[in-house]
Every structure is written in structure tokens, then in C-alpha cells.
């Protein structure tokens, strides 16, 4: 595996266009920040899509909720310092975990995948442990942060990947994975409430269905 060095982006500077070989960290989460993940993911795909590589995306719970309760009893917690103070505690949490949780994997990386959500990648561990895992790590978020954070995990099929081939792989189990994640969150939304702390699984993903594949992943979503 490739050696990574890890910094933190500095004013003005963008991931994914600076020095190969280091992975930039969001200062707030201690995550790798997107697209610096994106990047990563995409050149280490072809050495861990033969051993199927899992995707889990998970998207803190309530977050528009939660800040409007915290402006309430405190008129000077804006939006973002309560956002700030959750996403800070979802991060810590996550990283503590994936020490922790994925020390065995032949690979992961953890990043940040829009304001509010946390996207993991790893590889080297069957499909049953990775959701066990993930079901722990939305277990640890709900007890310790001031939201809870629901997920969906699928895992790509062994297959093949080519370096020039390996964005469009990227691409589709993340899109694969965040149109899932969406789709129930949505649903609880039209039900009039929102997810608790949640996981969906797709199972196995087939690159080879590429049915939705170009459509591009939502990043964000606040609900």
C-alpha cells in the first residue's frame, strides 16, 4: 500500500491539487477531506476491487432540528457553531473507531463527504463484518454526539479495475450507496419525521450494472 502523509489544509488551499502523496485532513472533523478522499480512493481502487471493496456513507440525523433547539436556549449559537460542535464530535468519533474497528483491514481511509456526512472506504474483511462494524460505529455516534448519524454501506463486487477505469468504479458504488442513503432518509421525511440513527445495506454492488452509474453523487443534504 501506497505511504500517505497526513496535513491539514491550510487558508486558501485546495484538496487534490497540491503535493501527491499526502492526504489533507478538514481541520473540524480530523477526516480526509473531499475531494483529497476522492482522489485517493480512485488510484487505490484497482489494488483492493478484486478483494471488494466496502463503501458505508452515513448523514448525521435532524442536524436542522437540532440547531434550530440549540439557537433557542442560546441566541448566540448560530447555525454553524452547532453544526461545528456536532460535526467536531462525529469526527472524533469516526476516527477513534476506525483505529479501533479497522486495524485488521487491508485498507480504509475515512473522510468527510459534504458538511454534514462522513463516507468510509475499506477493504480486506467480509461484507457481514464491515456492516458490523458500521452498525457499531452508528451505535457510538448516537450515545456520544449531539445527533445520531444514519448509514448506507454496500460493497462493490469483486471485479477488475483498471487505473483509467477506476473514477467510473468510484463513482458508481458511491453513487450507489449516497442514492440509497437519500432515498430512506427522504422517505422518513415525507413521513413527517426523519431516520435515528439508521443503517441500510445495498449488499453487493455489480459494477457491470451500471444503471444510474452517471449520475452524480449528492454531496451534502442536511436533513
Known amino acids: 500500500m501506497t505511504d500517505r502523509r497526513y496535513s491539514y489544509l491550510r487558508l486558501g488551499e485546495v ?16 477526516l480526509v477531506a473531499y475531494p483529497s478522499f476522492e482522489k485517493y480512493l480512485t488510484e487505490m481502487l484497482p489494488l483492493f476491487a478484486g478483494d471488494g471493496l466496502h463503501v458505508a456513507i452515513g448523514d448525521v440525523d435532524g442536524l436542522r432540528e437540532y440547531v434550530s433547539e440549540r439557537r433557542a436556549g442560546d441566541p448566540t449559537s448560530f447555525g454553524h457553531l452547532a453544526g461545528n460542535a456536532c460535526m467536531q464530535t462525529v469526527g472524533k468519533v469516526t476516527a477513534g473507531w476506525a483505529a479501533a474497528e479497522l486495524a485488521d483491514a487491508e485498507f480504509h481511509v475515512c ?13 480486506g474483511l467480509s ?3 464491515f456492516a458490523d462494524k458500521i452498525h457499531e460505529l452508528c451505535r457510538l455516534i448516537k450515545a456520544t454526539a449531539p ?77
Open 111 to 123: 473522510g468527510t463527504f459534504g458538511g454534514d456526512e462522513v463516507i468510509v472506504a475499506a477493504s
Open 15 to 30: 484538496p487534490g491539487e497540491v503535493d501527491d502523496g499526502i492526504l489533507y485532513c478538514d481541520p473540524l472533523t480530523s
Open 147 to 223: 445527533r445520531p448519524c444514519s448509514f448506507a454501506l454496500g460493497t462493490l463486487e469483486d471485479h477488475t479495475v483498471t487505473q483509467s477505469g477506476a473514477f467510473t468504479a468510484y463513482r458508481h458504488i458511491v453513487s450507489m450507496v449516497d442514492a440509497r442513503l437519500f432515498h430512506v432518509k427522504e422517505e422518513a421525511r415525507n413521513n413527517g419525521g426523519h431516520l435515528d440513527g439508521a443503517v441500510t445495506d445495498l449488499g453487493l454492488v455489480n459494477l457491470l450494472d451500471q444503471q444510474g452509474a452517471g449520475r452524480p453523487a449528492r454531496i451534502g443534504g442536511g436533513q
Open 127 to 129: 461484507h457481514e463484518r
